[in-house]
């Protein structure tokens, strides 16, 4: 593992090389309520830690989520990838600085801008570089992977999450983890591969950096 990335030989992280799948996108734009409730789950975490970052306290934290995801509902049909290196998740966090520019106003008792103006500011806020800041990205990828994981921990017992955990996340050696949970090493790969298999039906590409 390398500045928090998955490098481990023939584990493929499921963010490399996509942006959100448009599978996945494509059913929320089709108003799917499970899909939607799927992009939530997995996004809303990453939302709230752009908004602490930002100074806010736990209770403004979920009043930005929430005007972020209403923005989101409002504006996916928007959302395309028309250029090398857009990603859903620098579509999001634009919409989250957008959300956060309206917090302060507010705090500040400045009026926000009704609505077209407030879409032609936030075509001015630059989408973050994607190498802008390596050591963050890697943060927020973890904190997906993370995320997502916890939302199939309930299909796997304890044993083949630990093994893909300390294997994947941990970025320990297969034949440690297997002596630790007393498996075999055979059992600590088919364990990673089920997991993996299982991630990439549930959100299918869904982790981009």
């Known amino acids: 593992m390398r500045g928090g990335i998955v490098t481990e030989p023939n584990v493929i992280p499921y963010e490399s090389n996509h942006s959100t799948s448009l ?11 499970a899909a939607w409730e799927q ?13 602490v970052k930002a100074g806010l306290q736990d209770a403004d934290v979920a009043d930005v989520r929430q005007e972020v995801f209403l923005a989101v509902a409002r504006k996916i049909a928007d959302f395309h990838r028309d250029r090398a290196g857009d990603t859903f998740r620098g579509w999001l966090r634009r919409i989250t600085q957008h959300k956060l520019c309206d917090h302060w106003r507010k705090q500040r008792g400045v009026p926000v801008p009704a609505s077209a103006a407030a879409q032609e500011e936030m075509r001015h806020i630059p989408a973050p570089a994607a190498d802008a800041d390596e050591a ?4 927020e990828t973890q904190l997906l992977y993370r995320r997502a994981l916890e939302l199939v921990l309930r299909d796997f017992e304890d044993t083949s999450w630990q093994a893909f955990w300390r294997v994947v996340i941990d970025g320990q050696k297969p034949r440690d983890v297997a002596g630790e949970l007393k498996i075999s090493a055979n059992a600590v790969y088919l364990a990673k591969a089920r997991v993996l298999a299982r991630l990439r039906e549930e959100f299918a590409g869904a982790i981009e950096g």
């Open 39 to 51: 992009m939530v789950s997995l996004y809303a975490p990453l939302v709230d830690h752009w908004s």
């Open 136 to 139: 963050t990205t890697a943060e």
């Open 23 to 33: 599978g996945l996108l494509e059913r929320v734009k089709a108003k799917d309520a």
